[in-house]
């Protein structure tokens, strides 16, 4: 192979490397971003949710509180009504603690997507810092030696990255996990 | 005398949530921000379970179980792990750790105590 196609076989490797090492990156951004919103977006709903039944429950509770002052005597089915309020309420406290974990979850992502970006603008800074080396009168040889040392850092970096990217969180929704006791 | 729960978490938001499900259900709850905070509250004080996460800084879930069962108070303090993990390599590595069950985030706190009542009374 002659030293020109030597150099454009590096070239092209280095720069198809690079290619598909951010595409691969950036779609993993946007999975875990679209992720951490549907996640949002659900959390939000249900809590939304959770908030308006607690106030209901409340408002009807405290309305069947105001009568019994009023009127002094509760009946059995007074005390029955108010026994089971306070488990509707119970029951929407604990949805909404559900959903509430959204929190944990969506920062995993985050942190995750922001491992990765970082990753990637490090990868950015190694490709600068090479080409820096490089004069205007460098010679092919050198030029060659160089990208294969480029080629070599940039395949270390991409492995460091991925070792730190691993995905803890699969959850799509924000339904309660599973139980296993062993 | 109420049991006592060792909860373990990075999130200050989950552990509010597991604190306040289990005092509810009338446990007394000691709070640890990670893995080493959690090794060294345990030393502290002699709880009846450990409720712990898997992915915290300075010390994760797996490496906690381990030292814990190393130490003669924890030999047979039931553990449980409460994670968004939820693949069948990271439960078998949680078994092989020491682990006694596997709870996968989001938990419903109704479920939560069910589960504890099952292990602790």
Same mark, same amino acid.
């Given at each position: 192979?002659?030293?020109?196609?030597?150099?454009?076989?590096?070239?092209?490797?280095?720069? +198809?490397?690079?290619?598909?090492?951010?595409?691969?990156?950036?779609?993993?951004?946007?999975?875990?971003?679209?992720?951490?919103?549907?996640?949002?977006?659900?959390?939000?709903?249900?809590?939304? +949710?959770?908030?308006?039944?607690?106030?209901?429950?409340?408002?009807?509770?405290?309305?069947?509180?105001?009568?019994?002052?009023?009127?002094?005597?509760?009946?059995?089915?007074?005390?029955?009504?108010?026994?089971?309020?306070?488990?509707?309420?119970?029951?929407?406290?604990?949805?909404?603690?559900?959903?509430?974990?959204?929190?944990?979850?969506?920062?995993?992502?985050?942190?995750?997507?922001?491992?990765?970006?970082?990753?990637?603008?490090?990868?950015?800074?190694?490709?600068?810092?090479?080409?820096?080396?490089?004069?205007?009168?460098?010679?092919?040889?050198?030029?060659?030696?160089?990208?294969?040392?480029? +080629?070599?850092?940039?395949?270390?970096?991409?492995?460091?990255?991925?070792?730190?990217?691993?995905?803890?969180?699969?959850?799509?929704?924000?339904?309660?996990?599973?139980?296993?006791?062993? | 005398?109420?049991?006592?729960?060792?909860?373990?978490?990075?999130?200050?938001?989950?552990?509010?949530?597991?604190?306040?499900?289990?005092?509810?259900?009338?446990?007394?709850?000691?709070?640890?921000?990670?893995?080493?905070?959690?090794?060294?509250?345990?030393?502290?004080?002699?709880?009846?379970?450990?409720?712990?996460?898997?992915?915290?800084?300075?010390?994760?879930?797996?490496?906690?179980?381990?030292?814990?069962?190393?130490?003669?108070?924890?030999?047979?303090?039931?553990?449980?792990?409460?994670?968004?993990?939820?693949?069948?390599?990271?439960?078998?590595?949680?078994?092989?750790?020491?682990?006694?069950?596997?709870?996968?985030?989001?938990?419903?706190?109704?479920?939560?105590?069910?589960?504890?009542?099952?292990?602790?009374?």
């Amino acid at each position: 192979m002659t030293r020109k196609k030597i150099l454009g076989s590096h070239v092209k490797r280095l720069l +198809s490397g690079v290619s598909a090492h951010g595409g691969r990156h950036l779609t993993e951004v946007e999975t875990d971003l679209m992720q951490t919103e549907r996640l949002l977006e659900e959390a939000v709903e249900r809590l939304t +949710s959770s908030f308006m039944a607690i106030h209901h429950t409340v408002d009807a509770r405290q309305h069947t509180i105001n009568l019994l002052l009023a009127g002094g005597i509760p009946t059995v089915e007074d005390s029955a009504r108010l026994t089971a309020m306070s488990g509707e309420i119970s029951q929407h406290v604990n949805a909404a603690i559900t959903s509430m974990q959204f929190q944990d979850m969506t920062s995993q992502l985050i942190d995750r997507t922001l491992k990765r970006v970082t990753g990637l603008r490090d990868f950015l800074d190694t490709l600068d810092a090479h080409g820096g080396a490089l004069l205007p009168d460098t010679g092919n040889d050198e030029i060659v030696d160089r990208l294969g040392k480029v +080629s070599m850092a940039l395949a270390i970096q991409s492995l460091e990255l991925r070792s730190v990217l691993r995905k803890s969180v699969n959850q799509q929704h924000l339904d309660s996990g599973d139980i296993e006791l062993f | 005398m109420a049991k006592t729960i060792l909860a373990v978490d990075d999130s200050s938001s989950l552990r509010q949530m597991v604190a306040f499900s289990l005092k509810a259900a009338g446990y007394n709850v000691i709070e640890a921000v990670d893995g080493q905070d959690g090794l060294d509250k345990a030393r502290l004080q002699a709880v009846d379970l450990v409720l712990t996460d898997q992915n915290m800084p300075r010390m994760d879930g797996l490496s906690l179980i381990k030292l814990l069962r190393e130490l003669p108070d924890y030999a047979k303090t039931p553990i449980l792990m409460l994670t968004t993990e939820s693949s069948d390599d990271m439960k078998q590595k949680g078994r092989a750790a020491g682990a006694n069950g596997w709870l996968v985030k989001p938990f419903d706190p109704q479920r939560l105590i069910e589960v504890v009542k099952k292990v602790i009374g």
